[in-house]
Every structure is written in C-alpha cells, then in structure tokens.
C-alpha cells in the first residue's frame, strides 16, 4: 500500500516543480523507480490516476515509470555493476563489500510542460 503515499508524494513534487516553473499544465512526467523499493508498477500508476484529480496542473499528464536498475560500487576494486537480484556483489571481482549507487530511490527526471507565454 505504500504505493499510494509514494503517487501523492510525486504528484505534490511534480506540482510543485511545475508551479515554481511557471507552467499552467503538465504534459509529462518522468519517472525513475528504483529496483530496490520494490514498488509494484501497476499499482502506483493507478494511485496516480486516481490522486491527480487534486492537482489541476496534472489532469492530463502521462507519467513515464522506469525502472531503474541496481548498481553497486565495489569498495576493494572500486568497479560498478548492474544487479540482477538479491545478495549484491562485485560483477568484476566477486567481494560483497559493496555500496548501492542506483535503484534505491524514486525521482521525478524530467518534465513536459505548457507554459502560456506571450
């Protein structure tokens, strides 16, 4: 169910970023989803759907999810690697003293916006 709090907490972002931008409707929004949240897709799309009505700017934007892969920096060999899966460790030399730089975060990349500028 967290997926819920995470459409509002995008929605109130994308809004906000719009507003700030100056512009009077989204178009699109982008949006990367870190594997590691393990946020069911569907779900979250639907909570979009269903909370944006509370965002005026927002009626009718397309939000783009994209997963995005884990990646992982090794601390012996300080190569990065994609993950497939649990139990992180080095793609490049097998140590599991490894730090997560990717897939752990949902963020807005980019916006479409309409702007009414004359």
């Known amino acids: ?16 970023a719009a507003a700030s ?9 982008g949006v990367g989803v870190g594997w590691l ?3 069911e897709r569907q779900s979250l799309a639907f909570y979009l759907e269903a909370l944006r009505r509370d ?19 090794c601390r012996v060999c300080g190569e990065e690697t994609e993950q497939a899966g649990w139990g992180f460790a080095c793609g490049a ?5 490894v730090e997560v730089v990717a897939g ?3 963020e807005v990349r980019d916006m ?4 009414d500028d004359v």
């Open 1 to 16: 169910m967290h997926e819920m709090a995470l459409a509002e907490e995008l929605l109130k972002i994308s809004d906000e």
């Open 21 to 29: 931008a100056g512009a009077e409707e989204v178009l699109r929004v």
């Open 37 to 39: 949240l393990q946020v």
């Open 55 to 73: 965002y005026p700017r927002l009626e009718h934007a397309v939000f783009e999810l994209d997963e995005e892969a884990v990646r992982v920096r």
């Open 93 to 97: 030399c097998g140590d599991r003293d």
């Open 104 to 106: 752990d975060r949902l």
């Open 112 to 115: 479409e916006v309409r702007t």
